[in-house]
């Protein structure tokens, strides 16, 4: 992923030295593994972990390339590795990866890194659930229009809206945990899995070290329905922050101007319209959702190896591991930051929710007229006719509002004063049942 | 779907009089709880049961297109279906949709549908389960090569292999489940979710009898984050299909001819070469699998509605719905089938697995010649050349098997007879870890 | 493809008669070069085109079905027709298909298909751009806000913004007309494409009668890049279709509200709201466009067959192949139809464009200043603060034009008096190169 | 990309230094058109380039750096670059950008960016057809199995098959260079598009000096579904390459073995199976032409910008922009070296493609049978039994070839004897036209 959407703590679960070390992780535990059980000697992992750890604790760039110095030659990554780590062994570096495989290191050294990375990014979301929380509650009560198909409907709080993307963040911080269960596994089998040449002890303590659970059947490589169900997780989440996104964009058109990004002192809007203030933070994220989603469609692909493994999923994964979580961790903590300071305009929804003459409230009106008597079809055409009479004269001089053209019409007048019109059509009537929706999303106090 | 490709029980989820029923369950119910509320008179919820529900029970053809007709000119499908409704209650069908929005029925009906398709898919993951188990008793210990890279690399069983699918389809037997939970909730809110004109003891009520749970907040929809989890959950089920159906092709492949799909009194194989039995079923299946993938894309996209709700998904949930359901189902179905009657041929897995003269045994060597004394670039090298001896003469005359080439190396004989070399290669060894496998997968009996 | 979104002329060409039809004319003038080189004998040619000729134009539901029972005997499409076929030629009908293979009919009928597909589809771009060259010369001058991230940018031309569209959609007729000619090849090669059993003048007589290309190296079937080819165009054409739709949902919003979807007379736009007019038409089509972009990934994944070929691309088109061209068809026909009747509202336009007191025309004033003689950073600086300070008091009783803002900074006063100003934002300014522009777009007249 | 799939010539192209010698060099070329037409005064032009050339010709890490410094600041990459160039140019710097965006400067800079990218995968697709002509006009006539579903079909050479394969690299080379086409334009239009504020003259010369088209109509930013076009064509060479490495894994298969990658001394195949010889440059392509096929997915979404622009789009290109060129130009170059140092066995291809006993000659008995004189329905059914007693019993001592078991059959024999079967047999035939389908490809000679 490019340095502008990389933090440092996932950048670096995927640094070369991040994954050696974990290599070398697993191949200490092996080795103490078959020391115990007595497949090498007790003295053999001794000198591997300490002959190796030092060297992986020390290990720099110059390492690095020393390490894809001799890959070059073997073309194999693992064996270039173990080159480079018996080095720092001696004699007993031939006790290391015995009836191993590359793909015991490379799956297992995998589910840890995915794993670290599902756990910031469950705090990400966390992030981003406590900001919308705060804000949610912030304005649990401050009146703004529902809106559907981008056309007023009726009123409600703008708190309510953010409790809607809460609970879809919270659901997304349930499906990251699953997710990371998915992938939480180790495989230390050996050749095609059979167990052949690596007793399965040895995988048993690598997984309890490690944290991870065993793979009941690999067959040499995890398999990868775990690692597509991860990064389609990945995709989901995404979705969310599209869609939250989306709705900043939305806020802070000209016309609605509800909500606004926060604008930086120095920030320059436009290099040419200078009083330009853009919603580029939410524009840039929205890029990044569909990068994440687009991510999901290899790893799809990546399921189906032949018999007991083909590598064509490694190049895939050395990019979309890194990348796929990278962006979205980026792509959360803007979001989180985002949404903490929101610029919100309370007078502003309340003149847009006032804006279309009342018309907002044609629901509430409908079911009245109903109840007083008229039947549904007739009540429905009287109100859709007075709320047309409105809207389609909005911002001419001698346009009436809803309630007037509404008791114009002798068949609503027949059934209803002002007086209860008006009662009707109070704005706290949609407000009733917000207690009990938060109480739902965030508990009750 | 076309009609190839669907099975009748998971077809009629998605009928138009599957659809309407479910609609009138939702209205009837809701009216149900408005009565015992007091929102609506008792005797209405009690016109609105005993009117509708032999107008659904009856309806054919004929009354699909009659709604068809009134939608044509209202352009709204809900008003269309309970103008139609209304035509069998009288009087009180006033009292229908009292505060309701079309999206709290289309919704709702849609998590029905939902759940009902993952039932399906999810017994049909059990058939395939079911007879991948049985093959694979059936072929614990039969021998077979395993391949990486489709290149032979060390002895598995046949049942081992099945195993591991078996696995694979039991993990995605639990992701159904996740997946079914996800979409089996009810919204019956009201325009933006607010409950501004219905109470949430309508959506409890309607919750409860049919099985959902009651959506925390809904804007008018249900999101689709939900919906978007379902359809990527059915892209890795898909891949499952694919990769198992990859087996099956590799198996049936001319040069290999380890196992061969089921093939039937006069089926013709080709229309111009008579000789041709061709894996045809794998091959659909890896197509329709690809086709459930696909669909995943468009639910993604879905998330992102804007504000309290826009349409945009609708189109695409009309045709993903049935159309993504209908394919797994068809998928996993001949999946399991072909299974079932895969006919396996272990005679010719154990000519394949000795045709390479031995090599396939070069890690048991490798390890036994590093334990030996030999150092482990020494013992590899050794190995490798062996191999490569045999390997690249395979076929010729003068081919030696690999223990000969081994033993005809002064530093493997310096440390390795022909006899102890004959017990490192001993297939038998590949298979003690057979029963620890299988009681991993299968339980212990 | 569900009806709903089927316009029958695209649907019949995806008919299980159509199709027999072309396989019938594929096997009739195959026979008839076969005669004509003396393969067969010339009155063989004569009795099956006199013998099937009539059976094929009289085909109807029942012939399909009996097409389907032999199928279900033989599991083979083709041989299932011939068979039909040949039940009305009698003894000559083993002339037909000589030499040839299913795939041969298969995949030339399916590029008979896909060209008259495509011939509906450019008309139907076609359409879209009448529509759109008639609106854009209608509003050629119709003063409106261009927007940048949703924000007032600075004046445009409505006819402009329509003309954009049409330019996208100009690309893409002429991208549909190339991958048209991708898929319009003909194969009839026989067995792994080698015409070992077929002269290739057959091929050349079939291809010439057919309007198609021969394909240079088929391999028993015509290379599936051609059709991922042609259905990655698709995906593209849906882009186009999601950019405008997405457009008019954008204008149609309540606090916008410069251009409308046409209401019928009748139309409900909600069960619950009557007040609502919503852009469903535009939200439909955003939906289609999602579907036809996901149809493209199994399409590209069909590519990679195994050898010379397998079927796994089959299933895969005999649902996208319909799907994706008769989903796009409607989804572009609505969209004509709905750009031909759209309502615009031109004094809204300009009601809007002047809604953020004159700010839009900071980047003139910026331009003037520095060719005044101010650095670009001063003036920068001071268009920007002078805009800010309108802006941020919108809606307030004080707040102050943009212009009154400027003069009132002494740096500015110093370079530029109020006529001067007033004349630097003039919105004609911002017209002068559109004749320019359209005369790029639709040539001079 | 990660560097593991970056060549240097291709990552050059997408470094700072690169862009930023572009973006100057439109920033200059555009002061030119300025002075020319006397927008600006005619020194000034001359200041901007004399003063940033060599400032650019310069740079390096530092000064990027130095503008990512800025731009922290300003949060405004043009902005900040200007200001970086504008230390060397001094008082006239204020001319320079007069009148533009910063999307005139970026999106005509990813034009050149991309142009330059397409003329590298231009002669990489060259490359490999290059390679693989080579390879045909060698195998021209080396007999192999043709196969369709992976089963045995008819003869075929191996040359015929490369000659496919160079086939659809060159239509792909073809597409690239319309792919090229479409991104091959310039904007410099100014604010949404109007050319407002800058004189069309100076697109016209920017354009011309940088050799692009001009974009006819630009609303502020090139639209995007050109660039989606040019990223589904990448998705669709992917597909080729895919489609070639799945031969090549195939071919290399322990059973098949006719066709090997180049193995180079010193390189261990496996870790743990020291005899291993795997297809790993085919895996590792298939997985990176998976990685370029998702990558289609955002730049399809990408089209469907907001009015005139909003910025998602960038963050999308600022990543798939330069991963989508360097993986797919890494994967060709592989490719090209792979097919021009593959070994190939044509003994084993003769031993395979006579392994099942002669049944693969099946339809040319088939033909010569019903023009004999039987039924096409008896001659099937001779056939299939023929071929099948032959093919059932393969492996075993009393295995009968095909040939023998015909003529044991009283309806072949009645009609056929040996001599004559003999010749309907002879695998010549199916090379006949071999010299056809050459000419056909490569033109002749």
Redesign the interface.
């Known amino acids: 992923?490019?340095p502008?959407?990389s933090r440092p703590a996932m950048a670096e679960i995927w640094s070369p030295e991040t994954r050696y070390r974990i290599w070398f992780e697993i191949e200490a535990l092996a080795a103490e593994a078959m020391a115990e059980i007595g497949t090498i000697p007790a003295s053999a992992a001794i000198s591997i972990r300490q002959g190796g750890a030092p060297r992986v604790a020390a290990m720099g760039p110059a390492d690095v390339e020393r390490i894809d110095e001799i890959e070059r030659?073997?073309?194999?990554d693992?064996?270039a590795f173990?080159t480079w780590l018996g080095e720092g062994i001696g004699e007993d570096?031939?006790y290391m990866?015995?009836?191993?495989?590359?793909s015991d290191v490379l799956d297992t050294c995998l589910a840890v890194q995915m794993t670290r990375a599902a756990d910031l990014l469950i705090a990400d979301v966390e992030a981003v659930m406590a900001a919308l929380r705060a804000r949610a509650m912030e304005h649990k009560f401050t009146p703004t229009?529902?809106?559907?198909?981008?056309?007023?409907?009726?009123?409600?709080s703008f708190g309510?809206?953010l409790?809607?993307h809460?609970?879809?963040f919270a659901?997304?911080r349930e499906?990251l945990i699953?997710a990371r269960a998915?992938v939480a596994t180790c495989a230390i089998s050996?050749?095609?899995?059979?167990?052949?040449?690596v007793d399965?002890r040895v995988e048993a303590h690598v997984a309890k070290s490690l944290g991870l659970a065993?793979e009941?059947?690999s067959?040499?490589v995890i398999?990868?329905?775990?690692h597509?169900?991860f990064f389609?997780?990945l995709?989901?989440v995404?979705?969310?922050i599209?869609?939250l996104a989306?709705?900043v964009?939305?806020l802070?058109?000209?016309?609605?101007?509800e909500a606004e990004e926060f604008f930086?002192a120095?920030?320059?809007?436009?290099?040419?319209?200078?009083?330009?203030?853009?919603?580029?933070l939410s524009?840039?994220?929205?890029?990044?959702a569909?990068?994440v989603?687009?991510?999901?469609?290899?790893a799809?692909?990546?399921?189906?190896?032949?018999?007991?493994?083909?590598?064509?999923?490694?190049?895939?994964e050395?990019?979309?591991g890194?990348?796929a979580t990278i962006?979205l961790d980026f792509a959360l903590m803007r979001l989180a930051g985002m949404m903490e300071k929101l610029t919100v305009y309370p007078?502003?929804m309340t003149?847009?929710l006032e804006?279309?003459g009342g018309?907002?409230h044609?629901?509430?009106v409908?079911?009245a007229l109903?109840q007083a008597g008229l039947?549904?079809e007739d009540s429905?055409a009287a109100?859709?006719q007075a709320?047309?009479a409105t809207?389609l004269k909005?911002?001419q001089p001698d346009v009436k509002s809803?309630a007037e053209n509404l008791l114009a019409r002798p068949e609503v007048a027949a059934v209803m004063d002002a007086a209860t019109l008006s009662r009707v059509m109070d704005p706290q009537?949609?407000?009733?049942?917000?207690e009990?929706?938060f109480a739902?999303?965030f508990g009750t106090a």
């Open positions: 992923m490019v502008r959407y030659v073997t073309r194999h693992v064996i173990l570096a031939r990866h015995q009836g191993l495989t590359s229009i529902g809106r559907s198909h981008g056309i007023h409907a009726e009123p409600t309510l809206k409790a809607g809460y609970c879809e659901r997304n499906r699953a998915e050996g050749p095609v899995g059979t167990f052949a040449s399965p065993i009941p059947v067959t040499q398999p990868r329905d775990r597509a169900a389609a997780t995709a989901v995404a979705g969310a599209e869609r989306t709705e964009r939305h802070q058109r000209s016309e609605v101007r930086h120095g920030q320059k809007g436009s290099s040419s319209m200078p009083h330009k203030r853009n919603p580029v524009e840039n994220i929205t890029g990044l569909r990068l989603r687009g991510y999901a469609m290899p799809l692909e990546n399921i189906t190896l032949w018999h007991e493994r083909d590598i064509s999923h490694s190049s895939v050395r990019v979309i890194p990348d962006a007078v502003r003149e847009n804006g279309l018309v907002v044609s629901q509430k409908l079911l109903t039947s549904r429905y109100v859709q709320a047309m809207w909005l911002g809803f009537l949609d407000f009733r049942h917000v009990t929706i739902r999303v």
